[in-house]
T-cell receptor, first 112, second 113 residues
Framework: SQQGEEDPQALSIQEGENATMNCSYK?????LQWYRQNSGRGLVHLIL?????REKHSGRLRVTLDTSKKSSSLLITASRAADTASYFC????????????FGQGTRLTINP | DGGITQSPKYLFRKEGQNVTLSCEQN?????MYWYRQDPGQGLRLIYY???????QKGDIAEGYSVSREKKESFPLTVTSAQKNPTAFYLC????????????FGSGTRLTVV
């Protein structure tokens, strides 16, 4: 079951600009997580936001969560060429064991 | 350094063969997971295990099998019953309980020849 849907599917911006990616989900969650994947590699955990939190920062990353709209956004400020990757949101539902359900991802390209 | 290791990086399977993908972690994590990723797609859960000698089916378990005899190891067997096994397979581990991120391996790319 694919819980998260991400928007846009692909995003191309100039270096130095901000990049915003959105994620929508369907069921109640314990937390929502964002991951990054470089081409052909494993995923790297970026940030986790709990259901009772509205905003969280980590370096150049800012994540927001709106549980009433069942949506989240990831903002990367002052983008760099090295930020080029795919970004996935993943939700941890409230029922049963922790098992993340991933969205389809946003492919981000930073042009130098 | 603690981490999670998948091997091999590339694997080729003939039609009708079973193949086993290795996943080993030295993070002392109780929970381990297997996901499948198809080109341009998100990850789909195959199997997961929260404790040694116990595992549960994920969303696409048909044609796959796993074992969890040791805390450190969670091998995945892709059986001949899996009709479309060509994909990128990712193993992950985490501390049990809500609120913990996953640590992923670097993946195994399986191709049917």
């Amino acid at each position: 079951s694919q819980q998260g849907e991400e928007d846009p599917q692909a995003l191309s911006i100039q270096e130095g600009e901000n990049a915003t990616m959105n994620c929508s989900y369907k069921t109640s969650i314990n937390n929502l997580q964002w991951y990054r994947q470089n081409s052909g590699r494993g995923l790297v955990h970026l940030i986790l936001i709990r259901s009772n939190e509205r905003e969280k920062h980590s370096g150049r990353l800012r994540v927001t969560l709106d549980t009433s709209k069942k949506s989240s956004s990831l903002l990367i400020t002052a983008s760099r060429a090295a930020d080029t990757a795919s970004y996935f949101c993943a939700t941890d539902g409230i029922q049963g064991a922790q098992k993340l359900v991933f969205g389809q991802g946003t492919r981000l390209t930073i042009n130098p | 350094d603690g981490g999670i290791t998948q091997s091999p990086k590339y694997l080729f399977r003939k039609e009708g063969q079973n193949v086993t993908l290795s996943c080993e972690q030295n993070l002392n994590h109780d929970a381990m997971y297997w996901y499948r990723q198809d080109p341009g797609q998100g990850l789909r859960l195959i199997y997961y295990s929260q404790i040694v000698n116990d595992f549960q089916k994920g969303d696409i378990a048909e044609g796959y099998s796993v074992s969890r005899e040791k805390k450190e190891s969670f091998p995945l067997t892709v059986t001949s019953a899996q009709k479309n096994p060509t994909a990128f397979y990712l193993c992950a581990s985490s501390i049990t309980g809500a609120g913990n991120g996953y640590t992923f391996g670097s993946g195994t790319r399986l191709t049917v020849v």
